[in-house]
Every structure is written in C-alpha cells, then in structure tokens.
C-alpha cells in the first residue's frame, strides 16, 4: 500500500516562521551610521567666496548637521576651503563625529550677517553654535607635529573667523562696532564632549566659549588672533579686542595639550565652575585667566605651562562679587611679559564701549594715568590661593599685583618658589615689588622672591636668616628675633 504524504512536514512550516523573524529583526535594528559629507552629501561648494555661496554654504551645513543620527559623521572634507555666513546651529546632536579635514572661512560681509532682529544694532548670530551636545567629538586628523608642522598647518581642522573686518581700525574700530560680534565656536551645555586636532584662528570676537559644560575635554589644539605679529603684543595687535582663547564655564573640564596666541584672556574659566584642569599649554596674551568673576569658582588647577611675551601670566580677575577657592598655578613659566606677570585682584576692563578708560571695576588706563581708578568688589573673596614653581624672566614692567578690598581680605594665599629673574628697575607708582593691600593670611615660601609686602616671609632665604639671629642670640651676640626658627643645637 502506498502510504499517504505526510501532510504535517516541518518544511512548510520553517519558511514563513524564518521570514518572519528576519522581518522582526529588520524592522527592530537602527539605521545604518553613515558620513554625511558637507559637500557630496550638503550641497555646499569649495573655494567661492561670493555671498550667495556663502548663504548657501551656511544653510547646507544647518541642513545637514539636521540630519545627523547617533553613530553618524559629518565631514568636511579634505583640500577644500568652505567660504560660509554666520548662523550655523544645531541642537541635540548625540554620539556623532564631527570631523573638520578640510577648512571652514567665515563670511566678512557684516552688513549681509544674520542678526537676532532688524537693524545693525541687533544682536549677531554666532559663526557656529551648537547646543546639548552628548557624547560628541569634533576633530581632525591634524594634530601637532603633523608634517612637520602643528595643527591646521596642512589645511585640516580649520575654522577661521576672518575677524579683521570685525575688529575694525585701530583704536577706532572698537569705539564703532563694541561687543556686538560674533563669536567663532560656541558649545552650550556639553556633555562628555572631546574637541580636538582644531585650528581656531582670527575669531572676530570670543573664539571658542563653552558654557555650561559637564565633562569636556580640549587637546592638541589651537588659537591665533593677531593683526601684525604672532609673536609680540604691540599696541596696534592689542586692539583685536576680546579675542578670548579658550572660555569654559562648567564642571569636570580637562583642558591639555593646546596653544594660544590671542590679545585677551587665553585660557579662560568663567563664573560657576568647579573641578577644571588646564595643563601641558602655551600661551600668550592676557593669561591663563580666572574670571571675571561675579559668582563662585572652585577647584581649578593651571599645571606646566610656557609663556613667552605674554601681557599678563598669572591673572584671577572679579568684576563683582563672589568667591575663587582652592587654586592652583604650578610650574609656570612666564618669559619676558610686557605687562603684569601675575594679577590677582578686581578685573582690568571697561563695560563703557565709549570710555575704553571707565572702571569696571578698574580701569585698564591705572595706573598709568593718577585720574585713573582700581576699585576691588566690596565681597569679592579669594581663598586657598597656590602659586608653585612659577617663575618669571625679564619682565618689562612691575613685577604684579595683589588687590582686594579690605572688608574681603584674601585668606590663606600662598606663594612657593615664585621667583622674578632680572625685575624691571622701572617703578610703578608704589615701587618696584607688588603691589599688595587687602590680605589677611599670605605667605612666601621656598626661594620666592620678592616677597610681596602684605604677607608673612617663610622663604628658605627668611628661614636661614632667622637661624643665624637665633644662633647669635644663644651665643650672647645679640637680641635676634627668633621668630619660628627652631633653636640651634648648642642651646638645646
């Protein structure tokens, strides 16, 4: 007998079961990560420098940062330079690549620049603002040494400002235009975000500022703003104004590897910070900066820096009130600084685009003019103040100065080993040494010298000196002041 098919086979059974968990599984993976190329991918066309294509350039690159999914990349790519207008934003981006191989140039147009409102007097987009980034790197394959050369020289990495325009005429193109600038890149409210292998140059106002930021990392990268010389400050390159560095503000900020050659604050924390490293750093310019401050800052270490022909080194700076705790500068090296090489005390600046002279709350013309005014907050408070191992050759002017109000002394600052090789003979208007007034706790320690006049000396050279009184004094040759030196063995 012929036995009947088995009608219950697995076979037919497996086919549509196995098709339909490979529909499941399809529909449930994510979307591939891709690149997003800014010119193949955006749009955006190379090396035209007209406005339409700068428009158009601008709006490719809002458009396609749009698009970008977790796991993607945006490229600019390779050999190419993007002339591009202001207003490029995104929001949101999460755990994407931002890689900048080839270069992106900032519209020069002021007048045809996008603004918060009608008019000039409207407040100006930034060039590049991007918000809430989480787990985001912008990078390069460009990095110090590359070729022989250092980040941006090879023409990756580069985000230029074009800011001359912007800065205006010396000495008068300031009084013209003010604050009303763009700034070149802007992160609010980073979180785990790496910057790195970028080039950052000729910013027309602050060139990188990342408020509100929640672990942030910036290595091996750079920043240049100069009209003449990029390796002096004269009077015509100062007049680039506010073209910041580096300005953070936020908690848990590593800050290595980088250089800065600007006319204003180099490194910079702002207000509200805590738990910030700035180390293995170049700068020159007006310093490796705290403030200025009206809030609170603490935590903050400035470890293995070169400074050559800076304006300011050192420079902790209030404009109002508030306190700076626990700070450390270590193993600082400041050659030849034209201006003060350390300055801890109210802010040298002026909020009056009219008056470049006004206190806010001192005056950038004190005290080379007598009318001009130094006013320290009434409850500005620095605490547990550290400078080690900082050492200053040559400079031109008076050695620093120590400022706070009286009714906010400063407490617990100490100098160790902070040494001034060959100071000026030139005084200033209190002398040749610091300048210090409102300390309640200072002591110099280690081979500092000079010793500012407003603390206790403990140097070793104060340490010996009182040893040898103490000596003499046991010995009968005298009434020494021992003061905290041990007795000598002899009269123990």
Not at 26 to 36: H, I, K, Y
Not at 71 to 78: C, K, Q, R, S, T
Request: some cysteine; glycine content about 10%; hydrophobic content about 40%.
């Amino acid at each position: 007998a012929v036995s009947a098919p088995d009608t219950m086979s697995p076979l037919p059974l497996a086919l549509p079961l196995a098709l339909a968990l490979v529909l499941l599984s399809s529909a449930a993976a994510p979307a591939r990560a891709r690149v997003w190329d800014l010119e193949a991918d955006g749009g955006a066309v190379a090396g035209d420098d007209t406005l339409a294509t700068q428009q158009r350039n601008g709006a490719a690159m809002n458009a396609t940062l749009a698009k970008l999914r977790p796991g993607d990349e945006f490229l600019v790519p390779a050999g190419k330079r993007f002339f591009m207008m202001g207003g490029v934003q995104a929001a949101g981006l999460t755990s994407v690549t931002l890689r900048f191989e080839g270069s992106l140039v900032a519209s020069d147009d002021m007048k045809a620049w996008p603004r918060h409102g009608d008019g000039q007097k409207a407040r100006v987009f930034e060039f590049i603002e991007l918000r809430g980034l989480v787990n985001v790197t912008l990078t390069s394959s460009s990095a110090p040494g590359l070729n022989g050369g250092s980040t941006g020289d090879d023409g990756r990495g580069v985000i230029d400002g074009r800011g001359s325009t912007w800065w205006g005429f010396p000495g008068i193109g300031y009084l013209e235009i003010g604050e009303n600038r763009p700034r070149l890149l802007v992160l609010d409210g980073a979180k785990d975000v790496v910057v790195e292998n970028l080039f950052l140059k000729d910013s027309p106002y602050w060139t990188f500022w990342a408020p509100n930021a929640d672990g942030l990392e910036i290595r091996n990268s750079r920043v240049e703003a100069y009209r003449l010389s990029n390796t002096s400050h004269d009077i015509i390159d100062l007049t680039a104004f506010n073209t910041d560095g580096f300005d953070v503000t936020g908690n848990d900020i590593w800050i290595h590897h980088s250089t800065v050659f600007n006319q204003d604050d180099c490194f910079c924390i702002k207000d509200d910070s805590t738990n910030v490293v700035v180390e293995h750093v170049n700068a020159s310019g007006l310093g490796l900066t705290i403030g200025s401050i009206a809030s609170n800052v603490n935590n903050v270490t400035f470890r293995n820096a070169h400074m050559r022909d800076t304006v300011k080194g050192v420079y902790l700076k209030f404009r109002g009130n508030g306190v700076i705790s626990n700070v450390l500068f270590e193993n600082i090296v400041i050659d030849e600084p034209t201006q003060y090489p350390i300055w801890i005390g109210p802010a040298q600046q002026s909020d009056d685009q009219t008056n470049p002279c006004a206190a806010h709350p001192c005056s950038l013309c004190w005290p080379l003019f007598s009318w001009a005014e130094c006013n320290a907050p009434p409850q500005a408070t620095y605490i547990n103040i550290t400078l080690r191992n900082v050492v200053v050759n040559s400079p031109a002017g008076n050695v620093g100065v120590i400022l706070a109000n009286t009714s906010s002394p400063m407490q617990n600052v100490v100098f160790d080993g902070v040494v001034v090789n060959n100071p000026s003979t030139k005084p200033a208007k209190w002398g040749t040494g610091y300048l210090c007034e409102g300390v309640a706790s200072g002591v110099a320690t280690g081979g500092t010298t000079p010793v500012p006049s407003c603390f206790k000396d403990d140097t070793d050279a104060a340490r010996a000196r009182r040893r040898r009184e103490a000596a003499r004094a046991a010995d009968g040759g005298g009434d020494g002041d021992d003061g905290d030196a041990e007795p000598p063995a002899s009269a123990a």
